[in-house]
């Protein structure tokens, strides 16, 4: 008798996770299971970043994004000091179809002095959907 309840157990959860599996690869749809890829590209993501520019030594990050359509750009800035993060800066604002957004920031002087900075970039559709799922549009680090 129980081993016999023990296999339905087995039976149902080996079920629930073909389901679940298959589900996944259903809602990522047949190319991106198929090839791996996220299926985020430079025309679904609304904008790129043509630019971006890091210099520890002269506490600079900047970037460079154009947009075909408009969307809420966020850059996350995590600036490192003697290996440790010293802060994290970050800006954002609407950037419209056709338009640029370039910028260029000074960070203040640290002790010890700025030895990496992190740039990410990514885009919104709608900021407030909290179902949303921002797009990668750039990243670096030096």
Not at 53 to 82: I, K, L, M, N, Q
Not at 89 to 102: I, L, N, S, Y
Request: hydrophobic share 40%; with cysteine; glycine share 8%.
């Amino acid at each position: 008798m129980r081993s016999s309840t023990n296999r339905k157990r087995v039976a149902r959860t080996v079920a629930a996770v073909a389901m679940a599996a298959g589900a996944l690869t259903v809602a990522a749809g047949p190319s991106a299971a198929a090839t791996g890829a996220s299926g985020v590209s430079a025309s679904n993501a609304g904008c790129v970043t043509t630019n971006i520019h890091v210099d520890p030594s002269a506490r600079e990050a900047g970037w460079t994004v154009d947009c075909t359509s408009r969307r809420y750009v966020f850059v996350d800035v995590v600036v490192f000091a003697g290996g440790v993060a010293d802060s994290n800066p970050r800006e954002a604002q609407w950037v419209d179809a056709g338009d640029t957004w370039q910028d260029l920031n000074v960070y203040p002087q640290t002790t010890p002095a700025i030895d990496h900075i992190c740039v990410h970039l990514v885009t919104y559709v709608d900021p407030d959907n909290p179902f949303e799922q921002p797009e990668t549009i750039g990243h670096s680090c030096v």
